[in-house]
């Protein structure tokens, strides 16, 4: 709450026409308002319809919204109204107000929420507009809206005040507009192929299906450790236990590592599973579903995306790691020793000349972070890299054809990683001798996957084939409104406390 003696004079002067309409008898914050149109219905109705300079005095509309532009010209006055739907002007004489009315006109201020009532014209200009004949504060406001709000400078503000930013940014809001229309396509779709949605438990007593460092918190009535969900992996395979064949989660995951462009600490994913599939079958559906996104969404396969453009007209290339560190990294993952491997790693990642960080990496490590350091920045069109090294994937069958890699895939587009699938491991002793090895691990790598006696249990009582994906619905967001930075496409992503 602002100190009230020492408020800047634009705050103080809202204050003081607030205390006035409360001096008048008006009520600046009635309860409701009974509105009959959007100011886009009043658009569409009339565009066409209307010639510049006609009116349609027997129609009677009210709308509400906020006052964001006001332009006086002596007795008569334009303002604009802008709600969910759009803006529209309004044009209003005060002479043919009523004392009340005319006297909630003579305090506003710009960024109040007003209701206006009146017969719909189009000026000489061709504007779509409404006369105004009543007028109504339906809540006054003390905070200034920005002046400028466009920029760099102003990113703080969009960010930590999301607010602001959709009153003033229109383009914000339709990209928040598009979010949500993203997430119910995708529910639509995986309705459409019989997959059932579920939900998992967010506080976990043990926590899985992902590397990362989860939050923890206490239960107080158990007095138990409890970690917030990194993944609803594990929960996901029991109901396929359990013998449902087709389940999908959209829900929030919680990872606490570092923030950047694309990684927040709080985040939505959705992961499926299907009984009876496996990677190439979910290669085959995710490329499917993805590009019905974007078609649907944006009208076209392809995407514009940060001065370029993606095309995800199918098929997507398919990129093996052992082949990307061929033709990025330069070295054969088939025939370098292991200490040719090692220098090439040091010579991408500087923090690998720490003998002690390098030997603790596997071969299959040691190949998978060489791809990541020469391959993944030119993954810009869709790509499905996969057959990743057995050592980084404790929950995927190991490769049909090579024992050395796992049945795994992850997709690929604008040089970011947007999903990650496997076929997943049904085998109990091979599952629980993984994960033993992950354990030995967390010694040294607080993100080795943790023991779940629970989940080997569901295991042991049987798992049919599967096939596993999960996809980072922001990331995808991100890809089809062309937006730079994962804060962009939430809507109160995790900022440092202010001081």
Same mark, same amino acid.
């Not at 002067?13 to 008898?25: P, Q, T």
């Not at 000349?353 to 990541?372: Q, Y």
């Not at 999903?419 to 109990?428: C, F, I, K, T």
């Given at each position: 709450m602002t100190d009230i003696k020492n408020e800047n004079p634009l705050r103080a002067e809202k204050r003081r026409k607030l205390h006035a309409l409360r001096e008048k008898g008006v009520n600046p914050f009635p309860?409701? &308002?009974?509105?009959? !149109?959007?100011?886009?219905?009043?658009?569409?109705?009339?565009?066409?319809?209307?010639? !510049? +300079?006609?009116?349609?005095?027997?129609?009677?509309?009210?709308?509400? +919204?906020r006052l964001m532009t006001l332009r006086a010209m002596g007795k008569a006055s334009f303002f604009n109204v802008q709600d969910q739907s759009g803006s529209l002007q309004i044009y209003v004489k005060l002479e043919e107000l009523s004392p009340e009315a005319k006297t909630a006109f003579d305090l506003v201020d710009l960024g109040d929420i007003v209701g206006v009532e009146g017969y719909? &014209?189009?000026?000489?200009?061709?504007?779509?507009?409404?006369?105004?004949? @009543?007028? %109504?504060?339906? %809540?006054?406001t003390l905070e200034p809206l920005p002046e400028k709000f466009h920029g760099v400078a102003d990113v703080e503000i969009k960010y930590r005040h999301r607010h602001l930013d959709l009153i003033t940014d229109a383009e914000s809001r339709k990209v928040f507009e598009a979010r949500s229309k993203?997430?119910?396509?995708?529910?639509?779709?995986?309705? !459409?192929?019989?997959?059932?949605?579920?939900?998992?438990?967010?506080?976990?007593?043990i926590y899985g299906g992902a590397a990362a460092h989860p939050f923890d918190t206490h239960h107080r009535a158990l007095d138990m450790k409890l970690f917030m969900k990194i993944s609803p992996e594990l929960y996901l395979k029991r109901l396929i236990? +359990?013998?449902?064949?087709?389940?999908?989660?959209? +829900?929030?995951? &919680?990872? @606490?590592?570092?923030?950047?462009?694309t990684h927040n600490p709080e985040f939505t994913m959705m992961e499926w599973y299907e009984a009876y599939t496996d990677y190439n079958y979910q290669m085959n559906q995710f490329e499917e579903l993805v590009s019905h996104l974007a078609k649907t969404i944006t009208g076209s396969y392809i995407v514009p995306f940060q001065d370029k453009e993606i095309d995800f007209t199918p098929p997507w290339r398919r990129l093996t790691v052992f082949d990307g560190v061929r033709e990025y990294g330069q070295v054969d993952p088939d025939k370098a020793s292991l200490e040719d491997l090692q220098a090439k790693l040091v010579s991408i990642d500087g923090q690998y000349k720490d003998p002690k960080k390098l030997s603790a990496l596997s071969r299959g490590e040691v190949i998978m972070k060489i791809f990541e350091g020469t391959a993944e920045e030119h993954l810009w069109n869709p790509t499905f890299v996969m057959d990743h090294p057995v050592e980084?994937?404790?929950?995927?069958?190991?490769?049909?054809?090579d024992s050395r890699l796992v049945e795994r895939f992850e997709p690929f587009a604008g040089a970011m990683e947007i999903g990650n699938a496997y076929s997943e491991? @049904?085998?109990?002793?091979?599952?629980?001798?993984?994960?033993?090895?992950?354990? !030995?691990?967390?010694?040294i790598d607080e993100e080795a996957h943790p023991m779940d006696e629970d989940f080997m249990l569901a295991i042991d009582t049987g798992m049919p084939p599967t096939g596993g994906v999960g996809l980072g619905i922001e990331r995808i967001v991100m890809l089809l409104t062309n937006r730079p930075s994962i804060r962009d496409i939430i809507l109160f992503p995790t900022m440092k406390h202010q001081r």
């Amino acid at each position: 709450m602002t100190d009230i003696k020492n408020e800047n004079p634009l705050r103080a002067e809202k204050r003081r026409k607030l205390h006035a309409l409360r001096e008048k008898g008006v009520n600046p914050f009635p309860y409701t &308002f009974d509105r009959t !149109a959007s100011t886009q219905d009043i658009r569409t109705k009339y565009e066409a319809q209307l010639q !510049a +300079g006609e009116k349609v005095l027997d129609s009677n509309f009210r709308i509400a +919204g906020r006052l964001m532009t006001l332009r006086a010209m002596g007795k008569a006055s334009f303002f604009n109204v802008q709600d969910q739907s759009g803006s529209l002007q309004i044009y209003v004489k005060l002479e043919e107000l009523s004392p009340e009315a005319k006297t909630a006109f003579d305090l506003v201020d710009l960024g109040d929420i007003v209701g206006v009532e009146g017969y719909a &014209f189009k000026t000489q200009k061709g504007e779509i507009s409404l006369h105004a004949k @009543n007028f %109504t504060i339906l %809540t006054k406001t003390l905070e200034p809206l920005p002046e400028k709000f466009h920029g760099v400078a102003d990113v703080e503000i969009k960010y930590r005040h999301r607010h602001l930013d959709l009153i003033t940014d229109a383009e914000s809001r339709k990209v928040f507009e598009a979010r949500s229309k993203i997430v119910r396509e995708i529910r639509k779709w995986m309705e !459409a192929k019989g997959f059932l949605e579920v939900e998992t438990p967010v506080l976990q007593p043990i926590y899985g299906g992902a590397a990362a460092h989860p939050f923890d918190t206490h239960h107080r009535a158990l007095d138990m450790k409890l970690f917030m969900k990194i993944s609803p992996e594990l929960y996901l395979k029991r109901l396929i236990v +359990g013998g449902f064949e087709k389940v999908f989660e959209i +829900g929030k995951n &919680f990872r @606490n590592e570092g923030i950047d462009r694309t990684h927040n600490p709080e985040f939505t994913m959705m992961e499926w599973y299907e009984a009876y599939t496996d990677y190439n079958y979910q290669m085959n559906q995710f490329e499917e579903l993805v590009s019905h996104l974007a078609k649907t969404i944006t009208g076209s396969y392809i995407v514009p995306f940060q001065d370029k453009e993606i095309d995800f007209t199918p098929p997507w290339r398919r990129l093996t790691v052992f082949d990307g560190v061929r033709e990025y990294g330069q070295v054969d993952p088939d025939k370098a020793s292991l200490e040719d491997l090692q220098a090439k790693l040091v010579s991408i990642d500087g923090q690998y000349k720490d003998p002690k960080k390098l030997s603790a990496l596997s071969r299959g490590e040691v190949i998978m972070k060489i791809f990541e350091g020469t391959a993944e920045e030119h993954l810009w069109n869709p790509t499905f890299v996969m057959d990743h090294p057995v050592e980084i994937s404790p929950l995927t069958k190991i490769h049909r054809k090579d024992s050395r890699l796992v049945e795994r895939f992850e997709p690929f587009a604008g040089a970011m990683e947007i999903g990650n699938a496997y076929s997943e491991l @049904n085998d109990p002793e091979e599952q629980y001798q993984r994960l033993k090895d992950q354990e !030995a691990k967390r010694t040294i790598d607080e993100e080795a996957h943790p023991m779940d006696e629970d989940f080997m249990l569901a295991i042991d009582t049987g798992m049919p084939p599967t096939g596993g994906v999960g996809l980072g619905i922001e990331r995808i967001v991100m890809l089809l409104t062309n937006r730079p930075s994962i804060r962009d496409i939430i809507l109160f992503p995790t900022m440092k406390h202010q001081r």
